[in-house]
């Protein structure tokens, strides 16, 4: 499955690579979204809310571990395309040691400032002991998230993407199936839907890396390859800090906004809490096709073969065009139905009304934004896939400090509502500073015929 992205027709190419990538996106936020459904359904309101309200810091870690995974996967996709298969071993197993290290450490940093995490966030009391319980659970599940990010970014960089979509269908569904055993049957409440996701994600985390093992034996090497090489660390280091970094920001912000909201009590963070798990799905599509635009550059110019970056870039915009239209039109039209499968139809109907009300309001206000940030991350792809680390953090950190600055400005004046506009707000113009770097450094990004 490991594929060549150097050769055939560029447009078909990037899909064929891009698709079980999107596939694999929208399966891990089914799971996300299972969680809350099974949680609403049969452990309360105040079960969603406490899943929600830890949200964005199970992003923010997820955050570095995506963000490790792509300097990986970069480095990988270059060495892949220029046909060096010892530097790529080395790569790859350097990775492995370096993401297990990191996430053992960052397992015990976070089971020691969860709690105060939680007050600093300002989460509601009466849901402040479930949402540390589901957060602590969460972080000592750490080292399979990492395992299974970095593994998934490998195969991702060799251009193999159906093999991750493979364990992530099995993991969500297994995810799916312990959840409803664990807090339907087995009344474990939020502790039942963490363990649920900690034993998926570990046994997923094994399984990829006992195949990714198996699949590197395959590549032949003339000479032998070092185990761990502090050089290529620093490559990979060259792409994934400053990845790392944006993507941890991002979170932050994220946070700040959850703090925000949480601000305006319970029922406002329900409504959002399962407004933001369906933003997710639909978003995951536009995420997955920044990185599949990444490793497609990456490849490309490790290959020597910059001309079909472009074409590649401009399937990329048709495709996302077509599906943020058509994401809007769903959002516009079946929100408020989206948003109820979260409630439990036992609760008060006056808090079932305000809830959707909440969570409409924020889907379709932030749905009519898609196409801003489908253009500003693939952009990003490109400038990351060509490790212009500079112009994709700097379009990266104006999207954040616009839509934090923002959310908290309008809040202030026109109240909760007001949050969901800084969204589009700042996808836009973030999309305008990303296209300054992309043509202002075309011959940087070699994104020109030679």
């Known amino acids: 499955m490991i594929k060549d992205m150097t050769e055939g027709t560029p447009s078909k190419v990037l899909l064929d690579f891009a698709v079980p990538m999107m596939l694999s996106g929208m399966f891990q936020q089914f799971y996300n979204i299972a969680d809350s459904v099974i949680a609403g359904q049969f452990a309360g309101s105040n079960a969603v809310a406490a899943v929600g309200a830890s949200y964005p810091i199970t992003m923010l870690f997820i955050a570095i571990a995506t963000g490790s995974g792509v300097g990986c996967s970069v480095i990988v996709s270059n060495f892949f395309g220029a046909k060096d298969y010892t530097k790529l071993k080395t790569t790859i197993t350097t990775s492995i040691i370096t993401i297990i290290l990191l996430s053992l450490g960052l397992t015990l940093l976070g089971t020691i400032i969860c709690n105060p995490l939680m007050h600093l966030m300002n989460t509601p009391p009466d849901i402040f002991g479930d949402s540390a319980l589901y957060l602590r659970i969460y972080i000592w599940g750490l080292i399979f ?111 700040l906004v959850q703090a925000l909201v949480n601000s305006y009590g319970t029922t406002v963070l329900y409504g959002y809490s399962a407004a933001i798990k369906i933003d997710s799905f639909f978003k995951i599509v536009i995420i997955s096709m920044g990185n599949a635009v990444s490793n497609f550059t990456a490849q490309n110019l490790g290959g020597q073969k910059p001309e079909r970056v472009k074409k590649g870039y401009t399937s990329s915009l048709l495709v996302m065009l077509t599906y943020c239209i058509v994401a809007f039109i769903i959002c516009l039209l079946f929100s408020p139905a989206l948003i109820g499968i979260f409630l439990d139809s036992k609760t008060d109907p006056t808090l079932i009304k305000d809830v959707i009300s909440i969570g409409t309001s924020y889907m379709i206000i932030v749905s009519a934004g898609y196409f801003a940030c489908a253009v500003l991350l693939v952009n990003n792809g490109i400038l990351r896939g060509s490790a212009y680390m500079l112009g994709f953090t700097t379009a990266t950190l104006t999207d954040l400090f616009i839509r934090v600055g923002a959310a908290y400005i309008l809040a202030h004046w026109f109240g909760y509502s007001a949050i969901w506009y800084s969204i589009p707000l700042g996808w836009t113009i973030g999309t305008l500073v990303s296209f300054v770097f992309c043509f202002k450094n075309t011959r940087k990004l070699s994104l020109q015929s030679s």
């Open 145 to 255: 998230l990492f395992i299974y990010n970095i593994t998934t970014s490998i195969f991702n960089g060799l251009g193999d993407s159906k093999t991750p979509l493979y364990f992530l269908i099995f993991s969500s569904l297994f995810n799916v199936v312990l959840d409803y055993v664990f807090v339907a049957h087995f009344g474990l409440g939020v502790a039942g839907v963490a363990w649920a996701t900690f034993i998926a994600q570990g046994i997923s985390s094994i399984l990829s890396i006992s195949c990714l093992i198996g699949r590197i034996k395959k590549l032949k090497t003339t000479k032998h390859y070092e185990y761990f090489s502090w050089p290529i660390l620093g490559h990979i280091s060259h792409i994934a800090i400053p990845s790392i970094l944006q993507q941890s920001i991002v979170s932050i912000g994220q946070l």
